[in-house]
């Protein structure tokens, strides 16, 4: 059963660089996995932050950046805001089925 | 502006049968495929059903495959999940978000399995 592994938690500082990253068990993970990222606040649903890797919808603020590393795909934050604290969730199209990580719980202390 | 907006959540005893909808308004719903995704209250997000854009082809999480229907009626704008033979474990939030670009999210609907 294909799993996509995020770190469970981390902390930046307001104004700071944090990476986050995800895994998948079947193996590197590349651009045709399409790698996407969300974020959720408490008490609402999930906001999508970037698709396919690296692009930013229009409501996706600067600050957040999507790549890959590695054979991992990764979203970084730059300049961390009070406001980005949150659940970062990724997703990969595994064998066309889509599939969510665990999620990062990302705190901004 | 895009809206999805879900309906049709409750409390439902382990066996039983529920239909939740989604009605969007902002979009040509005919123009995009449509998913389910759900989220037990506190914990993470797991795909659940993707729809094409005339209900042609449908896919189902391995958990939901039997049980779960996913259709839609785009004269009406709306997006359906029939949930039978409902067991506790598919108590969660359950979200209807559009496209194969999964852009945009509903605010979700609550479902209890619970006796």
């Known amino acids: 059963q294909a799993v996509v592994t995020q770190e469970p938690s981390l902390t930046v500082s307001p104004g700071g660089t944090v990476t986050l990253t995800c895994d998948s068990n079947?193996?590197?993970?590349?651009?045709?996995?399409?790698p996407y990222w969300f974020q959720q606040k408490p008490g609402q649903a999930p906001r999508t932050l970037i698709y396919?890797?690296?692009n930013r919808y229009s409501w996706s603020p600067a600050r957040f950046s999507g790549s890959l590393l590695g054979g991992t795909a990764t979203l970084t934050l730059s300049g961390a805001q009070p406001e980005d604290e949150a659940d970062y969730y990724c997703?990969?199209?595994?064998?066309?089925?889509?599939?969510f990580g665990g999620g990062t719980r990302l705190t901004v202390l | 502006d895009v809206q999805l907006v879900e309906s049709g959540g409750g409390l439902v005893q382990p066996g039983g049968s529920l239909r939740l909808s989604c009605v969007v308004s902002?979009?040509?719903?005919?123009?995009?495929?449509m998913n389910w995704v759900r989220q037990v209250p506190g914990k993470g997000l797991m795909w659940v059903s993707r729809?094409?854009?005339?209900?042609?082809?449908?896919t189902y999480t391995d958990s939901v495959r039997g049980r779960f229907t996913t259709s839609r009626d785009n004269a009406k704008n709306a997006l359906y999940l029939q949930m039978d033979s409902l067991r506790e474990e598919d108590t969660a939030i359950y979200y209807c978000?559009?496209?194969?670009?999964?852009?945009?999210w509903g605010q979700g609907t609550l479902v209890t399995v619970s006796s």
């Open positions: 396919d890797t690296s």
């Open positions: 997703l990969l199209f595994l064998s066309d089925v889509p599939v």
């Open positions: 978000v559009r496209g194969l670009t999964i852009d945009h």
């Open positions: 902002g979009f040509n719903l005919e123009g995009y495929f």
């Open positions: 079947t193996g590197s993970v590349t651009s045709g996995h399409y």
């Open positions: 729809i094409d854009r005339f209900g042609t082809g449908v």
